[in-house]
Nanobody, 122 residues
């Protein structure tokens, strides 16, 4: 499975960009998937995760109520709708797949996208 993240860029505080993660290869719908983010000098941080069917979603407290994760298995694509962005949301956002079930831990995912950078200006 290869993952390609897109949708990042420079956004004003309060903005609402949507990140996409498109997968190639088989078994997309078999795996739980997640979004993580990382800033220089810090560990990769859990943002959100979604079950293989899309029926269950999980969020970090820092984004709960502002971000929405979703997936369309027929399109091999996962999304992260980001609303009410804050400067502290600035990071490189990574999509991940390959989990048997959702997890907030990066080491539970087998496949990673290259990351898309989101910069929130105040």
């Amino acid at each position: 499975v290869q993952l390609q993240a897109s949708g990042g860029g420079l956004v004003q505080s309060g903005g609402s960009p949507r990140l996409s993660c498109t997968a190639s290869g088989q078994s997309f719908s078999s795996y739980a998937m997640g979004w993580f983010r990382q800033v220089p000098g810090k560990e990769r941080e859990f943002v959100a995760a979604i079950s293989w069917s899309g029926a269950s979603t999980y969020y970090a407290d820092s984004v709960k109520g502002r971000f929405t994760i979703s997936r369309v298995n027929a399109k091999n694509t996962m999304y992260l709708q980001m609303n009410s962005l804050k400067p502290e949301d600035t990071a490189v956002y990574y999509c991940a797949s390959g989990g048997s079930s959702w997890s907030p831990h990066p080491f539970d995912y087998l496949y990673w996208g290259q990351g898309t950078e989101v910069t929130v200006s105040s």
